[in-house]
C-alpha cells in the first residue's frame, strides 16, 4: 500500500446517548478533543472512572475499549490508559508515513523537493484552510521515490499559524507528514479520491506521459476545527496499490 488511509468497518453500532457505558466515552472523548490529556499523557484510572460516573467497571472497560478501536486511547495492562498520538482518526482512517510505508517493504525511499516558499493564498484554497484571502501559506511541492523510481508527487499547502517552523524543516531528511504529526496532531481528517490524468508539471516530475491514468487523493486535515493542511498526492496508477481492509 502506497497511500497511507486504511478504510476499516470495525466501528461500533452508535450507543443510545443515555447507555452508562455511552456517557463515559462521550466524556472522554470530548475531553480529549478539548485537549484535556495531551498525546502519551496518562489518563484517569478505570477506578477513578467509576468512582466518578457511579457505574460498574465493565461499563468503564468497554468505553475505553471503543476508544482505543478508534485510536483515540491506548491500553497498557497493568499499566493505564493514555492518550493516543492522533495520527490515527477514528478507525476507519489511518494516515502513516509515506517514508515508513516504503522502508517497511524494505525498499529506499528518497525525496527530491521542488518547492519551499511562503506565499499569498488564493480564494479558494485560503476558505479551504479557513484564512482570509492573501494570508501568507506555506507551500512545499516533492517527489517521493521508492527505489529510484517516482511513487507520488506532493504538492502541499500548510497552515503556517498551525506549524509556524515548517519552511525551515530539511525535507530530504525528514517527509512532510512526518513532520506535521509531531508539531500539528491532527483530529480530523477528509479526503477524497479520483482516477485522472496528471497535469503536465505532475507528469513530467513523476515521469510518464500527460495521458497516463494516475490516482489523486486530496486530503485536508484539522485539528479541533483548525485546518492544518492541504495536499494533493499524485500517483502513477501503473505504480500504485490502494489496499483497505473491511472486517465484520
Known amino acids: 500500500m502506497v497511500f497511507p488511509e486504511h478504510v476499516r468497518s470495525s466501528t461500533p453500532a452508535a450507543a443510545p446517548p443515555s447507555a452508562p457505558y455511552a456517557k463515559v466515552k462521550h466524556y472522554l472523548k470530548r475531553e480529549l478533543e478539548r485537549g484535556r490529556w495531551?498525546?502519551?499523557t496518562?489518563?484517569?484510572s478505570e477506578a477513578e472512572l467509576v468512582a466518578q460516573f457511579g457505574v460498574s467497571r465493565m461499563t468503564v472497560t468497554r468505553a475505553l475499549r471503543e476508544l482505543q478501536a478508534e485510536g483515540l486511547v491506548d491500553r497498557l495492562q497493568g499499566v493505564g490508559t493514555f492518550a493516543a498520538h492522533l495520527n490515527r482518526v477514528a478507525?476507519?482512517?489511518?494516515?502513516r508515513d509515506l517514508h515508513a510505508e516504503i522502508t517497511a517493504?524494505?525498499?529506499?525511499h528518497h525525496a527530491e523537493v521542488h518547492v519551499v516558499r511562503q506565499e499569498r493564498a488564493p480564494a479558494e484554497l485560503a476558505q479551504r484552510l479557513g484564512l482570509a484571502t492573501g494570508t501568507p501559506v506555506f507551500h512545499t511541492l516533492l517527489v517521493h521515490?521508492?527505489?529510484?523510481v517516482p511513487l507520488q508527487c506532493e504538492d502541499r499547502y500548510v497552515n503556517p499559524a498551525c506549524a509556524p517552523d515548517y519552511l525551515s524543516v530539511d525535507f530530504t531528511r525528514t517527509t512532510p507528514t512526518h513532520y506535521l504529526l509531531q508539531v500539528a496532531p491532527l483530529w480530523e481528517a477528509e479526503y477524497s479520491i479520483e482516477a485522472a490524468v496528471p497535469t503536465a508539471q505532475e507528469a513530467r516530475?513523476?515521469?510518464i506521459q500527460?495521458?497516463?491514468a494516475c490516482l489523486i487523493v486530496v486530503r485536508r486535515t484539522l485539528n479541533r476545527g483548525v485546518p492544518i493542511t492541504l495536499a494533493r498526492l499524485v500517483h502513477p496508477?501503473?505504480?500504485y496499490l490502494l489496499h483497505g481492509e473491511f472486517r465484520p
Open 38 to 40: 495531551a498525546p502519551g
Open 42 to 44: 496518562l489518563m484517569p
Open 91 to 95: 478507525s476507519r482512517l489511518t494516515i
Open 105 to 108: 517493504r524494505g525498499h529506499v
Open 145 to 148: 521515490f521508492e527505489n529510484g
Open 205 to 207: 516530475l513523476l515521469g
Open 210 to 212: 500527460p495521458t497516463d
Open 237 to 239: 496508477g501503473s505504480r
